[in-house]
């Protein structure tokens, strides 16, 4: 394993508890990337689209970093994370070798982790045919350094021969990991050292959506830790399923107001607790949907309204913004099928209200 320390360290620095600082830049950066943030944090000026300059990249997840209002993103064409500043300047921050396609990416700010989902679609540059859909696994990296604290091979978990995608991963508040797998109904739990469990193997997870010369039975799409020791699971066809942690057996259906329109690709907890969720335009050919979930006081039933569209092709995820704004990334996934070039990808903000 071969990581990029050094650009690590030139794009983080050390995270505090309540926030992050990735002032760690040459000093004229840092001075640049100041006066940006104070001009955005003017409450007369409207939330700027960021044009982000990384051909190539095809970012899928994007998460933010609140103290140092920079966003971070993987690549699910090389084994990169990278982050992006609000000029749309991408820096790779970690390269590792061992890893073949970084789908999820998270950001723990409590335990000072960057964790990244490893998967592999076959379009990677280090994919192979004996590895495609049969890597899984999450890795843990330390803020600061880039150094791989650990790896959590979830296939090897699976034990079933079968293929696996790790479409999402969510952070609980004492640093449990859990992740979503979309082409088997399981939902596997990392604690804080990396070890890794099944936490849920369930028909109800399955999915039955198909994209066409690409994915067949897609089901769980997107996760969410959110407070009562919950997990909200979306999935590609626009259902939502609870589950209870400490009771994963439990598991039900969440009754909607009406489905969340498919592909259901990404979704973000709100501060007042509903879920801003975004839906792909991969699937219609038109614009993606951003739509607000409200729920009961127990996520038991839930209203969907829809609040925005995104008209860039196929938005995949959606995620804080600074001074508590929403952003929904295009990353250039149907170019990446199609194994056409991107010249970068998009960061645009949108209505959550």
């Given at each position: 394993m071969k990581l990029k320390q050094s650009a690590t360290a030139a794009a983080l620095t050390a995270m505090t508890v309540l926030g992050t600082t990735l002032a760690g830049t040459a000093d004229a950066l840092a001075t640049s990337d100041r006066h940006a943030a104070t001009t955005f944090d003017s409450?007369?000026?409207a939330a700027p689209t960021?044009?982000?300059?990384?051909?190539?990249?095809?970012?899928?997840s994007v998460d933010y970093y609140p103290g140092s209002r920079k966003f971070v993103t993987g690549s699910l064409a090389h084994s990169t994370i990278s982050s992006v500043d609000q000029k749309g300047r991408v820096r790779t921050i970690i390269e590792d070798k061992d890893l073949v396609s970084v789908q999820a990416v998270r950001v723990d700010s409590k335990g000072n982790r960057i964790l990244a989902g490893n998967v592999d679609y076959g379009t990677a540059d280090r994919s192979t045919d004996a590895t495609k859909f049969k890597v899984a696994g999450v890795a843990a990296y330390a803020i600061g350094s880039g150094r791989r604290l650990w790896y959590a091979d979830l296939n090897k978990v699976a034990n079933d021969d079968k293929q696996h995608l790790v479409s999402d991963v969510t952070i609980a508040p004492d640093g449990t990991a859990y992740a979503v797998d979309q082409l088997s109904?399981?939902?596997f739990r990392i604690d804080r050292n990396g070890q890794a469990s099944v936490l849920l193997r369930d028909d109800l997870l399955a999915g039955d959506l198909n994209i066409p010369d690409f994915l067949n039975n897609v089901g769980m799409s997107a996760v969410a830790w959110i407070p009562g020791n919950l997990l909200i699971v979306a999935k590609a066809d626009g259902s939502l399923v609870r589950v209870p942690v400490d009771s994963p057996k439990r598991a039900v259906k969440v009754k909607l107001s009406t489905n969340l329109k498919a592909l259901t690709a990404g979704i973000r907890v709100l501060p007042d607790k509903p879920l801003a969720v975004v839906s792909s335009g991969?699937?219609?050919?038109?614009?993606?949907?951003?739509?607000?979930?409200?729920p009961d006081r127990h996520w038991k039933s839930a209203t969907v309204k829809v609040t925005d569209t995104v008209a860039d092709p196929?938005?995949?995820s959606v995620t804080a913004g600074p001074r508590g704004t929403t952003y929904a990334l295009s990353g250039g996934l149907a170019a990446l099928l199609a194994g056409k070039p991107n010249d970068g990808f998009t960061l645009r903000p949108v209505n959550v209200r």
């Open positions: 409450p007369r000026q960021i044009d982000a300059k990384g051909p190539g990249v095809f970012p899928h109904p399981t939902i991969l699937l219609s050919g038109k614009a993606a949907v951003v739509q607000r979930v409200r196929v938005t995949s």
